[in-house]
C-alpha cells in the first residue's frame, strides 16, 4: 500500500514563508514524477510545480521565482519552498507522485495523491 503524507501547512502573513513536504511510503520501485497543486475554494485544482526525477522542473507561471520545488530521491520525499506568500495563495496545496509499485501479481504504476495540507495568507 502507497501512501503520500504532506506537512509544512499553516496561516501566515502575506510577504511570509513555508516549507512544504510530502513522503512517499509503502511498496515504492520508482517515482517516475512528483510534483505539487493545489485548489482554491471554488476553483479547479490546478499544478503549482512538478519535477521529474532527473531533476527536471517546471513551475505555473504565478508561481515563478517565489516557489521552489526539490525532491529527495533516497528519502522518497519532495518539498515546496514557498516564499513571498501572497492572499490569492491560499489554498489546498497536494503532493502527487506518478510512481511504480510492487505487488504480489508484479509492478504497478500509478498516480497517487497525499490529503492535502492547508496553507492559509492573510493580508
Known amino acids: 500500500q502507497v501512501q503520500l503524507v504532506e506537512s509544512g501547512g499553516g496561516l501566515v502573513q502575506a510577504g511570509g514563508s513555508l516549507r512544504l513536504s510530502c513522503a512517499a511510503s509503502?511498496?515504492?520501485?520508482?517515482?517516475?514524477?512528483m510534483g505539487w497543486y493545489r485548489q482554491a475554494p471554488g476553483k479547479e485544482r490546478e499544478l503549482v510545480a512538478a519535477?521529474?526525477?532527473?531533476?527536471?522542473?517546471n513551475y505555473a507561471d504565478s508561481v515563478k521565482g517565489r516557489f521552489t520545488i526539490s525532491r529527495d530521491n533516497a528519502k522518497n520525499k519532495v518539498y515546496l519552498q514557498i516564499n513571498s506568500l501572497k492572499p490569492e495563495d491560499t489554498a489546498v496545496y497536494y503532493c502527487?507522485?506518478?510512481?511504480?509499485?510492487?505487488?504480489?501479481?508484479?509492478?504497478?504504476?500509478?498516480?497517487?495523491w497525499g490529503q492535502g495540507t492547508q496553507v492559509t495568507v492573510s493580508s
Open positions: 509503502g511498496s515504492i520501485f520508482s517515482i517516475n514524477y
Open positions: 519535477i521529474t526525477s532527473g531533476g527536471s522542473t
Open positions: 502527487n507522485a506518478d510512481l511504480t509499485s510492487t505487488t504480489r501479481w508484479g509492478k504497478s504504476t500509478y498516480a497517487y
